[in-house]
């Protein structure tokens, strides 16, 4: 792990608690939908790949499955260990998508959920299909921030302004990347999912983003302040809220 603070297996060493908190879960139905694509059963073994503080995790071990949490970044790991360890079906390790750690085909089902995007594919690709047993499944999962609302706009017109955000958001991969990287049949479907802040929230999931500043940095006055009055400006009754749409790709790694 580099010891570069922006390194992308560092970014969230700072933001577990807010990660933990306010970021987003997945809807049931793309699960639903996902499991029935994998045909697994009770002896399946599920790598999720960039597991984070274990958001997918969770709901993977909650339908009964056998999951391994492989995630580079020690405080994210140790959160998901802290929540997950009694279940027997929960494992982690710290390896990466370029390195897993993982026994060579072992492997039923490979998941990354909001993660793809920080890998190198190459390598990536290389490990997968290390670690994939014969017809193993891949699937990437996205919550993508629906930006059709006034709200969604002005919000994302704040983050434009962040030195940072150019270089993290995930819509630069592209449906085209993610079919060269199976290099197989990919299907896609989407799931519509839905967040409601008031404002201590809403700064909470702001602040688990890794290309948001840290109080200490010298643009956070500024930011925090674009933010609080993003809030009053569009807040209703029930705060504002955020709309995504969970897109799943599922495949076989060829």
């Known amino acids: 792990m580099s010891n570069d603070p922006k390194a992308s297996t560092n970014r969230f060493s700072d933001r577990v608690a807010n990660y933990t908190l306010y970021r987003p879960s997945y809807p049931a139905t793309a699960l639903d939908w996902l499991l029935e694509k994998a045909a697994l059963n009770a002896s399946s073994c599920i790598a999720d790949i960039g597991s984070g503080t274990g958001k997918f995790t969770e709901l993977l071990v909650n339908r009964g499955l056998r999951v391994i949490g492989v995630e580079p970044n020690a405080p994210m790991r140790a959160e998901s260990d802290l929540r997950l360890s009694k279940n027997p079906n929960y494992s982690s390790v710290g390896g990466g998508a ?109 602040f688990s983003s890794s290309y948001t500043p840290n109080v200490d940095e010298s643009h956070y006055a500024q930011f925090n302040a674009d933010i609080e009055s993003l809030y009053a400006q569009y807040a209703e009754e029930e705060g504002v809220v955020f709309n995504y749409m969970t897109e799943v790709f599922f495949g076989r790694i060829v």
């Not at 704040?158 to 270089?167: A, G, I, R």
């Not at 085209?176 to 802040?197: D, I, M, N, W």
Request: net charge neutral; aromatic share 12%.
């Open 98 to 206: 370029e390195a897993t750690l993982l026994d060579v085909k072992s492997v039923d089902l490979i998941v990354a959920a909001q993660a793809f995007h920080w890998f190198d594919l190459e390598k990536a690709k290389i490990e997968f299909k290390r670690i994939a047993k014969p017809g193993a499944g891949l699937a990437l999962i996205w919550n993508r921030r629906d930006s059709a609302t006034e709200f969604h706009k002005a919000y994302e017109q704040v983050l434009s302004q962040l030195p940072e955000y150019s270089k993290v958001k995930h819509t630069r991969i592209t449906p085209e990347s993610v079919e060269a990287f199976y290099g197989g049949a990919v299907e896609l479907a989407g799931f519509p999912y839905q967040q409601k802040f008031d404002l201590t929230s809403f700064k909470g999931r702001v």
